[in-house]
């Protein structure tokens, strides 16, 4: 296995773009910044990926009206490469940061000053979700997302203080060519997010890649 820097990566087999916003026909979504690495090339493919976050502030100046139809989620995970066919046809490994209004609503005993965190996977047909860990004040998560290859699963985690407090295994034969995130409103209103800091370390067949 050979190894490289994140620039040499994106040269050899990664292209970095900004990642769309949803469709108009889903028009009950708003998408934030965000970052897509991929998809990979020459055969190579992503066999690990590990994230750091450190858990911003809850969004201020949210809409109070409906409360209970409002949710943000911050999400990075991987996926096969799509090869321009459509995602929400893929499963797509992505571990959740949730906060809403009213985080009971949707299945977190969290008040609308902290955030939730859950293991998670979307699939066409459902998402598949551990449940909901309230997290504490300036909070600090690892994330673990790696091929299992003993199971052909893909096995995530997260992490925090050290201790895993959620985890995953699903989408069996998966071999993840994209590395993307998104800040995702459902139904107006999400308020003002503060800037918040990755780190990330990508591991592949041939590659390692690492960006702050």
């Known amino acids: 296995m050979s190894r490289t820097t994140i620039l040499s990566t994106v040269a050899l087999g990664l292209s970095a773009m900004a990642a769309a916003s949803a469709p108009d026909t889903y028009p009950n979504y708003e998408f934030g910044n965000s970052f ?10 992503i066999t690990k990926a590990t994230y750091s976050l450190a858990v911003p502030a809850p969004p ?20 096969d490469n799509p090869n321009n066919a459509d995602v ?3 499963n797509f ?7 809403g209004p009213d985080n009971e609503v949707w299945g977190c005993a969290a008040d609308n000053k902290h955030w939730c965190a859950a293991a998670s996977t979307y699939t066409p047909s459902e998402q598949l979700s551990q449940e909901y860990v309230p997290l504490p004040d300036n909070a600090s998560l690892d994330f673990v997302v790696e091929m299992n290859t003993s199971t052909g699963m893909i096995d995530q985690s997260i992490s925090m203080a050290g201790s895993v407090i959620s ?12 590395f993307y995130s998104g ?14 800091s990755k780190y990330f370390l990508l591991v592949g067949r041939r590659i390692e890649a690492n960006r702050v």
């Open 36 to 45: 897509y690495l991929g998809p990979t090339t020459g055969g190579q493919y």
């Open 60 to 79: 201020t100046d949210f809409v109070t009206t409906n409360e209970d139809q409002t949710w943000l989620s911050l999400w990075i995970g991987l996926q």
């Open 88 to 90: 929400l046809n893929m």
């Open 93 to 99: 490994v992505q571990p959740l940061l949730n906060w």
């Open 167 to 178: 985890k995953e295994s699903d989408s069996q034969g998966m071999q993840p060519a994209v």
């Open 183 to 196: 800040s995702e409103c459902y139904a107006d209103g999400c308020g003002t997010l503060d800037a918040h």
